[in-house]
Structure formats: structure tokens, C-alpha cells
């Protein structure tokens, strides 16, 4: 059973630190890309970053510089390291898993940036 969980989500200061991980199981891991998106409360769910089958790399405009995606294909896990994070920031954050028509989501993690 193909199957997501991440770890990892907390409360943090304004400009603080966190990274958040994400175990994959039931799935050909390295075929898949990754995603993490991020939903706060009244709003829709949004691209964070995304990392391709082919390691490609892409960011939303609003984390570019400030976080980071990996891959670990032979842990099958990905993470999203995120730095100087901002009130904004706060969200449940989703991982993504999709190949082709086949997608599989995280059941989330609470990031709050707060003072």
C-alpha cells in the first residue's frame, strides 16, 4: 500500500529554522517526482518546491532562497529544509508523490512561525 508520512513540523520564531521529512513506502520511489505544498487555514493548498525523477528543482517565488528540497532515493524519504521562516509561513505542509496520473499525498505536519 502506497503510503506518505511526514515528520518533523513544529513551532518556531519568526527567522528560525525546521526541516521537514517525508517516508515513503509502497512505491517506486526514485520514478516518482516529490513535491511539498502547504496549506494555512481560509486558503488553498500551494506549491512549496518540487523535486523531479530527474533532480530538477523547482520553488514557489515566496520560499526561493530560503528553502531547500532533497531526495533520498535509498532512504526513500525527501525533506524541505526551510530557513528564515516568516509568519506566513504557517501552514500544515503536505508531501506529494506523483507519477503520471498517479498521485499520492502526506496526511501533513503543522509548521506555526510565531513569536
Known amino acids: 500500500q502506497a503510503q506518505l508520512v511526514e515528520s518533523g513540523g513544529d513551532s518556531v520564531q519568526p527567522g528560525g529554522s525546521l526541516r521537514l521529512s517525508c517516508a515513503a513506502s509502497?512505491?517506486?520511489?526514485?520514478?516518482?517526482?516529490l513535491a511539498w505544498y502547504r496549506q494555512a487555514p481560509g486558503e488553498e493548498r500551494e506549491l512549496v518546491a518540487r523535486v523531479r525523477a530527474n533532480h530538477r528543482l523547482d520553488y514557489s517565488d515566496s520560499v526561493q532562497g530560503r528553502f531547500t528540497i532533497s531526495r533520498d532515493n535509498a532512504k526513500k524519504e525527501v525533506y524541505l529544509q526551510m530557513n528564515n521562516l516568516k509568519p506566513e509561513g504557517t501552514a500544515v505542509y503536505y508531501c506529494n508523490a506523483i507519477l503520471e496520473t498517479r498521485g499520492i499525498w502526506g496526511q501533513g505536519a503543522q509548521v506555526t512561525v510565531t513569536s
Open positions: 509502497g512505491i517506486s520511489f526514485s520514478f516518482y517526482a
